[in-house]
């Protein structure tokens, strides 16, 4: 990949599609995962909690291999990105070089639960507008990959952002996606550059209403929980 490129795209526009991140094979193999019970460490269904419909299942430690590859593989790529963002929002946090480091800063502080997760949708689900924060310790980007074939395996479910900016609209922006293909995005804020210099926007991310079929999908967030 183009790594230059993205990471302007991703600081630019808060957010950016990584293609063909996993192949076909790998996208079944992770979606067959969903059915593994002893693989997770938690279960949820959204509607009960008023998340939106669908659900979902957080890892457990050890990861599975492939997932824990992704994860610290992906880190680096966004840990330099991550510090100008902070420095021009004045925010003082900088993260470690590796992903192993920023996990024993979260672990110091209690956040010791894993984080990924699969998300499974079927005709009518959605995922309301959201963030995954988590606790003290936040990355502030995240990434997504849908394993499914839009068109084939399911109709709608877009990937959708929304970004609250100060005394204005909100701007809304939805991610066309293949199967395989990652889409990394700023998890809370992130500054931009107005004509006076940069301001901080608020930034949610959801999945629109299903229409047909089953979604899966894979979520690489880089902080644990509390």
Known sequence: MNWTSLIDELDERGCAVLPGLLSPAQCRAAAALYDEEDRFRSHVQMARHGFGRGEYRYFRYPLPDPVAALRSALYPRFAGLADRWNARMGNAVRY???HAGFLERCHAAGQMRPTPLLLRYGP?????LHRDLYG????PIQVAIL????????????????EQRPRMQSRCEVVPLGQG???A?????RPVRGARGDYRVHMRHGVSRLRSGRRHT????????A
Not at 185 to 189: G, K
Not at 218 to 225: K, M, N, Q, S, V
Request: aromatic share 14%; glycine share 14%; charged share 20%.
């Open 218 to 225: 894979l979520g690489i967030i880089f902080h644990d929980a």
């Open 136 to 139: 003290e310790h936040v990355f």
């Open 147 to 162: 394993l499914s074939v839009p068109g084939e395996d399911f109709t709608g479910g877009e990937f959708v952002l929304t």
């Open 185 to 189: 995005f700023a998890v809370n804020d």
């Open 181 to 183: 293909d990652g889409v």
């Open 96 to 98: 470690p070089a590796d």
């Open 124 to 128: 009518g689900d959605y995922n309301c």
